[in-house]
């Protein structure tokens, strides 16, 4: 089992509509969890970390954890034509963070 | 602009040459981790380094690649003798580790290393 999972896509979304990514990992030791945006030819940037159970809001994000399943979500209210990106989902083991391989998400105008 | 720095951006190497990718951390992080990126693939963990001290290598090729991160001066990865399959995207990152452990890291825009 991959330590980090994300499904590849791309995950097609409308604008407007809201987009879901999901992520589950393996290690239930894991107590911190981000989300990065990556755009194609650029370094990942964070948009969102998540260390407690539930929900965490910023702006049109949304983080979702939920440790008892080991699964970490990013919900995109209002999507845009500029979100369109390759969202990364990452997991603390230890002193590092291991990455998903990340989902590509293509917002349609 | 108080940004993680990366240089050279971009880096054109020819089989056997040496190369020094350099890193110099956000403003107040002392904590720094090497990251290879190949196209279409995810992010891979090879070193995590505080000053003067390696604290995890074990996503280090064993051989022709090192690290440093000297008391003064930026982070150094180094590879030696380059072959094709070096030909990656290299991202630094570093972090300010707080009391609790709970951290985020901070991206540089990486080096686009090129093996001819």
Redesign the interface.
């Known amino acids: 089992q991959k330590e980090v999972e994300q499904n590849s896509g791309p995950l097609s979304v409308p604008e407007g509509a809201i987009a879901s990514l999901n992520c589950t990992y393996s290690d239930r030791g894991s107590q911190s969890f981000f989300w990065y945006r990556q755009y194609s030819g650029k370094s990942p940037e964070l948009i969102m970390f998540i260390y407690s159970n539930g929900d965490k809001e910023d702006g049109r994000f949304t983080a979702q954890l939920n440790k008892a399943s080991q699964y970490v979500s990013l919900l995109i209210r209002d999507s845009q034509p500029s979100d369109s990106a390759t969202y990364l989902c990452a997991v603390n083991r230890d002193d590092k963070i291991i990455f998903g391989k990340g989902t590509r998400l293509h917002i349609l105008p | 602009n108080a940004g993680v720095m990366q240089n050279p951006r971009h880096l054109v190497r020819r089989r056997g040459q040496e190369a020094r990718l350099r890193c110099s951390p956000m403003k107040g992080h002392s904590h720094v ?1 090497w ?1 290879r990126q190949l196209p279409e ?3 891979k ?1 090879m070193v ?1 380094l505080q000053k003067e001290n390696i ?2 290598e074990s996503g280090m090729p064993k051989e022709r690649f090192s690290a440093e991160f000297p008391k003064e001066g930026p982070s150094i990865l180094r590879i030696q003798q380059v072959v094709r399959g070096d030909s990656a995207a290299y ?1 630094c990152a570093s972090s300010l580790l707080t009391g609790t ?10 080096t686009r290393l090129t093996v001819t």
């Not at chain 2, 452990?101 to 990486?110: A, K, M, R």
């Open positions: 981790y990251y693939e995810g992010l963990f995590y604290i995890d991202f452990g709970n951290y985020e890291q901070y991206f540089g825009p990486g």
